[in-house]
């Protein structure tokens, strides 16, 4: 604890300094809101790794396995709420007038926090799209269930197949979202938040801000080898670090 205060307080003074600030999230944000990581302990259902399971070869091979795997993501999410993580960013996207939060994850815990200016790498969970991208059908619609009566569901529009709202390795990001991840790369802090690092382009992020200026900073209980080319590494859960480093910003 007196380490992590150690390297808490100089962060808060930036912090408190700092005009914009750009927050990069991975799936340890969420950790201790339940929801389970991709890598490391938990992160294997059923002896799947997640990176078979979430290719379009994937769902073409079987989509009622793929369809399997998120249904039991969206009703395992669906009862988790936003942690202490959250709730401080949260409070920072209202505080800084130039903030963005750049989130990997597709879980909608940010959002439900009430985070402002997301910017979803990834996708959603919580949307929907027709699988052979029907004309008649939005691009991506809500649909909120965590049970569904036929898996995987079917297309309203078509009677096609329905995959979820996410990007799958191997698809391009939308170019809009990357637009929104490039400008927010110019800012004077970057803190990447509880991801292995090893995801594209997401991993090059970080690295990118730091080239360009920003004090980057790294929070997360393991150390992913990207951490030593970073300004800053706390090696601490997500939820304890920020609820430390919102404190110490407000006692400054
Ligand atoms: P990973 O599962 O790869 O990494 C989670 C990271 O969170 C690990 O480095 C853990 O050490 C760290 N961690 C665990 N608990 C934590 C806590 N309480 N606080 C902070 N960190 C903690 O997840 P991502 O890096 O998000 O892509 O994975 C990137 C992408 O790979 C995902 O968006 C997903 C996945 O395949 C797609 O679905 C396209």
């Known amino acids: 604890m007196a380490l992590l205060a150690a390297l808490v307080a100089p962060l808060a003074e930036l912090l408190s300094a700092a005009t914009r600030v750009t927050v990069l999230t991975g799936a340890g944000v969420s950790a ?9 302990a938990g992160g294997l259902w059923k002896q799947h790794r997640p990176e078979s399971l979430t290719t379009a070869e994937a769902f073409a091979r079987d989509p009622a396995l793929a369809w399997e795997w998120y249904a039991w993501r969206r009703s395992t999410i669906a009862a988790c709420r ?12 209202r505080h800084y007038a130039d903030f963005t ?19 979803r790498m990834h ?28 898996l995987p569901p079917r297309c309203p529009h078509c009677d096609g197949l329905v995959r979820p ?16 991840c490039e400008a927010a790369l110019d800012c004077d802090l970057f803190l990447t938040i509880g991801t292995s690092s090893v995801v594209y382009p997401a991993a090059s992020l970080a690295p990118e801000a730091k080239r360009r ?37 407000r006692a400054s």
């Open 101 to 119: 939060l750049i989130t990997q994850n597709v879980d909608g815990l940010h959002e439900a926090a009430g985070t402002r200016r997301v910017v």
């Open 123 to 150: 996708g959603s969970l919580w949307e929907l799209q027709c699988s052979d991208r029907c004309a008649a059908a939005p691009a991506r619609w809500e649909d909120r269930r965590a049970d569904f009566v036929e």
């Open 165 to 180: 709202g996410v990007v799958w390795f191997g698809e391009s990001l939308d170019t809009e979202v990357m637009k929104q």
């Open 32 to 40: 201790a809101s339940g929801v389970p990581t991709f890598r490391g």
């Open 82 to 93: 936003p942690n202490r993580a959250h709730e401080v960013i949260s409070g920072w996207s």
């Open 213 to 249: 200026g920003a004090y980057t900073v790294e929070i997360n209980p393991e150390a992913p080898p990207a951490s030593a080319t970073l300004d800053l590494a706390i090696q601490a859960p997500a939820e304890v670090a920020l609820d430390a480093l919102d404190r110490s910003a």
